[in-house]
């Protein structure tokens, strides 16, 4: 996992701001709303796992732009047939860098309260960072994360993990449409998820793409979509 959070750093330089609206279903663009703005996006996943039924998982997310630099979220977290499962509480921060700094880049923290059906607690933490080619864009989330596991006998205790979301795409590629590509990995989670980015309206995009396990104990198949509209 070391090799692959080096790669993710060095495949990313610098480039400038773009509209927040994002390209990517697993990877996080280091760009904030601008002060006083709100955005909601509604995420939806049907999940194939390796072993058991397929599941719906649907989140509902309402962002606001507290200054320039700085979008707080809260979220929940609905499983099919279980209701509500988590709340989220997302914090994304974009410092003033040196004008010769190589990338955009922004720092992610977000912390989840589940109720151990499905999800556990959480405290991820992500830094966001992307490069621009002319039309093509890189982004990069090296990922660390402490989960709270829960044993046979009820006896909690927490684990770090790390994980590397990667994606790239290409922005004037057809009018409103934008092709990309993700790559995550995680251990028993890593997949590629190639997928499409539309935008419907102004400040309205739809992003589907379907992610494909790359190991047995990773999920066959997750088909992915985020509405998200800005006000």
């Given amino acids: ?11 990313v330089g610098g480039g400038s701001a773009r509209a927040h609206l994002r390209d990517y279903l697993d990877t996080y663009g280091p760009y904030t709303l601008e002060k006083g703005r709100m955005e909601m996006e509604l995420w939806t996943d049907l999940r194939d796992p390796d072993g058991g039924d397929r599941f719906w998982v649907h989140q509902t997310e309402v962002e606001f732009g507290v200054t320039d ?20 509480v997302e914090n994304r921060f974009r410092p003033v860098l040196p004008r010769a700094w190589p990338f955009e880049t922004a720092f992610y923290l977000e912390l989840q309260k589940a109720n151990g ?63 990309g590509v993700e790559l995550f990995f995680a251990e028993k989670k890593s997949r590629v998820t190639p997928g499409l ?10 992003n589907v ?20 509209i800005e006000f």
């Fill in 1 to 11: 996992m070391k090799r692959f959070l080096l790669l993710g750093l060095m495949a």
């Fill in 69 to 88: 630099r700085y979008t707080v979220g809260v979220y929940g977290v609905f499983v099919d047939g279980q209701g509500l499962s988590a709340v989220k």
């Fill in 117 to 179: 059906d499905k999800e556990q607690n959480e405290i991820e933490g992500k830094v966001l960072l992307a490069k621009n080619w002319g039309a093509v864009n890189v982004t990069a989330n090296p990922i660390l994360e402490l989960e709270e596991k829960v044993d046979l006998n009820g006896d909690k205790s927490w684990e770090l993990e790390s994980a590397l979301a990667v994606g790239t795409c290409y922005r004037k590629f057809w009018k409103r449409v934008t092709p």
């Fill in 197 to 206: 980015y539309v935008d419907v309206a102004r400040d309205v995009r739809f």
């Fill in 209 to 228: 793409g379907v992610g494909l396990g790359l190991e047995k104990p990773a999920d066959n198949a997750q088909i992915k979509t985020i509405l998200e």
